[in-house]
């Protein structure tokens, strides 16, 4: 394995690490909103 190669393997990796966290992000966003909506009403 070239060094070009361990870079590109590295590349794709990551780029598979981004598309799932920003998967996982939409859905916890999603989620936090509806906690912290949830939270400050009971809080008032």
Do not use: C
């Amino acid at each position: 394995m070239t060094i070009h190669d361990a870079s590109k393997k590295k590349r794709d990796d990551k780029k598979q690490d981004d598309d799932s966290v920003r998967k996982l992000t939409t859905g916890e966003v999603a989620l936090a909103r509806t906690v912290f909506a949830t939270g400050s009403i009971t809080r008032r």
